[in-house]
């Protein structure tokens, strides 16, 4: 199994921007497809982006072109770069990866079976 740890929440005003990491311990020889999910106060969860291990990507449309969701095999680490925040990308944010499928994402973010514990981000108008 592996562990998952997020990092790098905060306060931004609005068009500002943050960094999300996740630090991956424990069974990283797997591959995994990793991704990003979040959940605002009183709404459901919703997914963000997923990457792959060959690096492919996928991202939802609320954040497409703001966005960017990497990783860095050697560190073990995966990134969330957020750029153009708004006030509705207030949310927890929280790292999840799948192993299943040898690296490729078949599935939602919302259903990995791994997750962090999340990391709070507050964007202000």
């Given amino acids: 199994q592996v562990q998952l740890m997020e990092s790098g929440g905060g306060s931004v005003q609005a068009g500002g921007s943050l960094r999300l990491s996740c630090?991956?311990?424990g069974d990283t020889?797997?591959?995994?497809?990793?991704?990003w999910?979040?959940?605002a106060p009183g709404k459901a969860r919703e997914?963000?982006?997923?990457i792959e291990s060959n690096g492919n990507t996928n991202y939802a449309d609320p954040v497409k072109g703001r966005f960017t969701?990497?990783?860095d095999n050697a560190k073990n680490n995966l990134y969330l770069q957020m750029s153009n925040l708004k006030p509705e990308d207030t949310a927890?944010?929280?790292c999840a990866a799948d192993g299943s499928w040898g690296g490729a994402?078949?599935?939602d973010?919302?259903?990995f079976p791994l997750r962090g514990q999340g990391t709070q981000v507050t964007v202000s108008s």
Avoid: D, H
């Fill in 23 to 25: 630090a991956a311990s």
């Fill in 29 to 35: 020889g797997r591959s995994y497809c990793m991704g």
């Fill in 37 to 39: 999910f979040r959940q």
């Fill in 47 to 50: 997914g963000v982006a997923r």
């Fill in 69 to 71: 969701i990497s990783k």
């Fill in 92 to 94: 927890i944010y929280y």
């Fill in 105 to 107: 994402c078949y599935t």
């Fill in 109 to 111: 973010v919302l259903t």
